[in-house]
């Protein structure tokens, strides 16, 4: 028997595997009659210094994203099998506002997520939200891969 999930949360972060992203947690959400929230924050670290306005950066940003997955959107909100359809976007550093402000309130029982595909130079520096989010939530997390042609 297939697990059902009252509340997704889908991570999307602007890369390769965005669209694959919203996609699946549209399925998955359907499939369980679940609400289903979109999520994404805007980094603020190449902005603290400059005193740049985040409630305006992350205004901006929510309407590109909802541009950018217009047609998964208008998928899942017109689909009478998903209760709720909700994006937030978010300033702040990654990880910390990603749990802490975004996923933590809304309470999910998966997270899906995107894998992308950081070098281990650019991961040792950088680090992964996927590998944070797997660690650290105490949910089921859904790590979305990058397909490629073989």
Do not use: W
Request: charged letters at 25%; one cysteine or more; hydrophobic letters at 45%.
């Amino acid at each position: 028997m297939t697990k059902q999930y009252k509340k997704i949360f889908a991570a999307l972060d602007g890369g390769t595997t965005q669209a694959m992203v919203a996609e699946r947690a549209v399925e998955l959400a359907a499939a369980s009659h679940a609400s289903l929230m979109f999520g994404h924050v805007v980094d603020s670290v190449p902005y603290e210094a400059a005193g740049t306005d985040f409630g305006a950066l992350a205004a901006d940003m929510k309407t590109k994203l909802e541009a950018s997955i217009a047609d998964v959107l208008e998928a899942a909100r017109s689909n009478p099998a998903i209760p709720e359809v909700q994006v937030v976007v978010k300033a702040g550093r990654i990880t910390e506002t990603l749990s802490e402000q975004i996923i933590e309130p809304f309470d999910p029982d998966l997270v899906i997520c995107g894998e992308r595909g950081l070098s281990n130079i650019k991961y040792v520096f950088v680090g992964s939200v996927s590998t944070y989010l797997i660690r650290n939530l105490r949910c089921d997390v859904l790590v979305v891969k990058e397909r490629t042609e073989a």
